[in-house]
């Protein structure tokens, strides 16, 4: 009995080790980009870490209502981070939050509906999002490579040489290493980075020393949610992409455990992921998805038992209720949390451009959406103040690139795949009404 013990805790400290940079990363990213103080990171850190817990959670335990009862694990999504970025910098943290909880209600709301609408966000759309996604993230890497944007030794070398030492170990031990060091390759490089900082003089563990040992969730930390129709959207959005993509993740685990997921099913996990939004929007945590890492430690470990993700997520759950353990990770130079997300921000695009492989691009339509998107998304990514003059109403749907690109993705696939369908097949409906 102690044997099992032992063997389901290790597989399940093993899946925590796997998510842990993804799921640490987003909030030290998004903390630092919003300027916030030391003691907040520490929360942040904290509490995201938990709700990863308490979302994989409800994810695994299958009920009447919610939870798709597979061994996935839930975290935060990157493709969050470049939109909370953009609402934070233009409304104030209490606007992401605002939106995070409206998103979070919208998904419970359209998950029974959700499988019928996937027709509106094929490979061709969510591929040029999270392209766009990708693409207006990687300033932030080379920001922090160069120190952090403002910093008073931005750009030195010593900054620049820490980012891509950092960024090479860990592309050495990908290419060098096998199975589960491999998988946990940024998470490494963040703490060999870290290393060489400290014996430099560059890692100050102060906020560390200060930090409690335990603490207790606190709902709405950062003050009251406010509402802003342009962060809805974008987050809404956001949310939807995320569904899409954990669609497939929950397929490939039906796969892997040899269980048909029904209709029924992708409703019940679609409302567990839209639950996770909601608290994280309550507590002030993230938007959460289904992380692929995971899955593809399932394959290598061979066990596909929902035990061992219970086990991860109630380790997840212990570790967020210690705040030593979040305030370690915000000691991370910035120029080392470059390097490491040159390759995660660059795989952001990667999976993008990976989604757009699956479409046929000898079709000049599919060319013309991903181009228009695209360059609509980057293109007011680059040139914010282009539409400025428009009115309020249209303004809040072109202030930001990801969601006029997202919005150019869906209307162009309308109009090239969806609209000529009906009307090819109208006057057949005329003749069956007849």
Known sequence: MNRDLFKTTSLGIQHVLAMYAGAVIVPIIVGGALGLTGEQLTYLVSIDILMCGVATLLQVWKNRFFGIGLPVVLG???TAVAPMIAIGGEHGISAIYGAILVSGLIVILISTIFSKLVKFFPPVVTGSVVTIIGITLIPVAMNNIAGGEGSADYGSLTNISLAFSTLLFILLLYRFTRGF?????????????TAVAYLIGMVDFSEVSEASWVHLPTP????????????ILTMTIVAIISLVESSGV??????ITEKKITE????????????????????????????????????????????????????LVLLGLIPKIGAFTTVIPTSVLGGAMVAMFGMVIAAGIKMLSRIDFNSQENLLIVACSI??????????????????????LTSNGIVIGSLTA????????LAPRKKANHPVQEQQAS
Not at 181 to 193: D, K, N, T, Y
Not at 220 to 229: H, K, L, Q, S
Not at 284 to 310: C, D, E, H, M, W
């Open 375 to 396: 360059g609509m998304g980057l293109g007011v990514t680059t040139v914010p103040a282009i539409f400025n003059n428009l009115p309020e109403g249209i303004h809040i």
């Open 250 to 255: 929950y397929f490939v685990l039906g796969e």
């Open 264 to 315: 029924k099913d992708l409703s019940k996990g679609y409302r567990a992921e839209g639950l996770a939004i909601v608290l994280g929007g309550l507590f002030n945590a993230f938007p959460y998805t289904t992380y692929s890492q995971n899955v593809g430690l399932l394959q290598l470990s061979g066990v596909k038992r929902n035990n061992v993700i219970y086990t991860a997520g109630i380790i």
């Open 410 to 417: 869906i209307v162009l696939n309308i109009i090239f795949h």
């Open 76 to 78: 935060c999504t990157f």
């Open 181 to 193: 060091i491999r998988s946990i390759s940024i998470l490494i490089g963040l703490l060999a980075g």
């Open 220 to 231: 709405f930390y950062f003050g009251m949610p406010t509402f802003e129709w342009s962060a």
